[in-house]
């Protein structure tokens, strides 16, 4: 069973860039499709960001796509986002997510493993 845990968050401007990491443990990582996800306050969970287990397919939500760069280095166990262009709307709590498939996904549901979230917050 594999552990996610995520880092990088913190407070921004708005234009700024962060760089989230999502470093797993526990399991064999290349097995896995790996996603993005946040949540707002008083907002559902939305899908940002998936790949491939072998990282050569992304996807993006519209929301972020252009700006945002989902990448991973199955060497070191370890899934990035690169967040670029951000604005005040990105502030959410932002999770890693594991799904042991060879199909990405966009929906949270499908994927069982979760990390615990770093807050990014972008200020205007």
């Known amino acids: 069973q594999v552990q996610l845990v995520e880092s990088g968050g913190g407070l921004v401007q708005a234009g700024g860039s962060l760089r989230l990491s999502c470093a797993a443990s526990?399991?064999?990582?290349?097995?896995?499709?790996m996603g993005w996800f946040r949540q707002a306050p008083a907002k559902e969970q939305e899908f940002v960001a998936t790949i491939t287990r072998s990282g050569q397919t992304t996807s993006y939500a519209d929301s972020v796509k252009g700006r945002f760069t989902i990448s991973r280095d199955n060497a070191k166990n370890t899934m990035f986002l690169q967040m670029n262009s951000l604005k005040p709307e990105d502030t959410a709590v932002y999770f890693c997510?594991?799904?042991?498939?060879?199909?990405?996904?966009?929906?949270?549901?499908?994927?069982?493993?979760w990390g615990q979230g770093t807050q990014v917050t972008v200020s205007s």
């Open positions: 526990g399991g064999t990582f290349s097995r896995y499709v």
């Open positions: 997510a594991a799904l042991d498939s060879s199909w990405p996904s966009p929906e949270s549901n499908d994927y069982p493993y």
